[in-house]
């Protein structure tokens, strides 16, 4: 598992989640998270339409989000959520229908709300 990542000509990183984002990855998923969070103002991922995720992918997803924010930063996702992710979401019950602060008090964009 390896997860790819590029610089777009305006300076933002694109990261490719892979095809499974679950504990035996999330280490290295957050390694290069932390690397990208701290050397671009603006982070998205691309999720693989047929990526496998469990709930510490979730977490990992959330935290990174929490510390864009604080750094004014932005991190967003690009494309479709996919189907394994929708449906954790709504099986775990991480759902987030609330006002998020770490999201300019808009709706939660990755688990529940729209950009």
Not at 26 to 44: H, K, N, Q
Request: charged share 20%; aromatic share 8%.
């Amino acid at each position: 598992m390896s997860f790819n990542s590029v610089v777009n000509e305006n300076g933002a990183i694109v990261i490719s989640t892979g095809d499974r984002l679950t504990i035996e990855t999330v280490g290295e998923f957050f390694s290069i998270l932390t690397e990208v969070l701290s050397a671009a103002r603006e982070v998205y991922l691309e999720f693989d339409p047929e990526m496998e995720i469990d709930i510490t992918g979730v977490q990992i997803i959330c935290s990174a989000c929490k510390s864009a924010c604080r750094e004014g930063s932005v991190f967003l996702y690009r494309g479709l959520l996919p189907s394994s992710l929708l449906h954790l979401i709504e099986r775990s019950g991480v759902q987030r229908n609330a006002l998020c602060k770490h999201n300019n008090n808009s709706t939660c964009i990755w688990f529940g709300g729209t950009e």
